[in-house]
């Protein structure tokens, strides 16, 4: 009798780890992840995440069910219809934030140093952007829902570029004036 047990729950493992572990993986690598849609309300951008963990059980129900866990219009829009779940569900790669990001930098140059972004890190070296009072500033100062008009406004910076630019406004007694000329003479053209 024990064997049999043994037996069933071996199975049940099983089925787990080849049926119902791929799903709920697959979904959350598909809609994890802040997002930049159009709300259909305002015609303005917005930042949302999907409930992830929602998607996933849905899923192992048959169909994938998409609700949103956070949006920036929210707590006052609270209870909206989530009518913008359509621009994620037909595009989710598209609306993503960081791809968006992504894609901005591909093809474009450093504005400082020129040199080309090419397998951006962005676990540790994440690039930066230069706004229209040429400070230099990270994604993470910049609210989500911005970044269609951050991205009109403002020039690509990498890493190293970006560290050095705020060492030098923060130090600015220990850096040298022909240092600086040198190296940020392209941004200031
Ligand atoms: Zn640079």
């Given at each position: 009798?024990?064997a049999e ?8 493992v099983?089925v ?13 690598l ?13 015609r ?5 995440e ?10 192992l129900a ?13 707590p ?22 960081r ?7 591909d093809?474009?140059?450093c504005?400082?140093?020129?040199r ?6 962005w676990?540790?070296h ?6 229209p ?11 989500p829902?911005?970044i ?12 190293s570029?970006h ?9 600015a ?17």
């Amino acid at each position: 009798m024990t064997a049999e047990i043994y037996l069933v729950v071996l199975m049940l493992v099983l089925v787990a780890l080849f049926f119902i572990v791929p799903r709920l993986v697959g979904n959350w690598l598909k809609y994890r992840g802040t997002r930049v849609i159009i709300c259909p309300e305002t015609r303005r951008p917005a930042a949302v995440e999907v409930d992830t963990r929602h998607a996933e059980w849905s899923s192992l129900a048959g169909q994938t069910d998409l609700r949103l866990k956070n949006c920036t219009r929210w707590p006052e829009k609270k209870d909206c219809g989530q009518e913008c779940l359509l621009q994620i569900e037909l595009a989710p790669e598209e609306c993503l934030a960081r791809n968006i990001l992504t894609r901005w930098y591909d093809q474009k140059k450093c504005v400082y140093c020129a040199r080309p972004f090419e397998d951006i890190d962005w676990a540790a070296h994440k690039p930066a952007l230069m706004g229209p009072d040429r400070k230099t500033v990270e994604w993470s100062e910049i609210p989500p829902e911005t970044i269609p008009d951050v991205l009109k406004t403002h020039l690509p910076v990498c890493w190293s570029c970006h560290i050095m630019e705020t060492f030098r406004r923060e130090h600015a007694d220990l850096v040298t004036d022909r240092d600086y000329d040198a190296r940020g003479k392209a941004a200031r053209v």
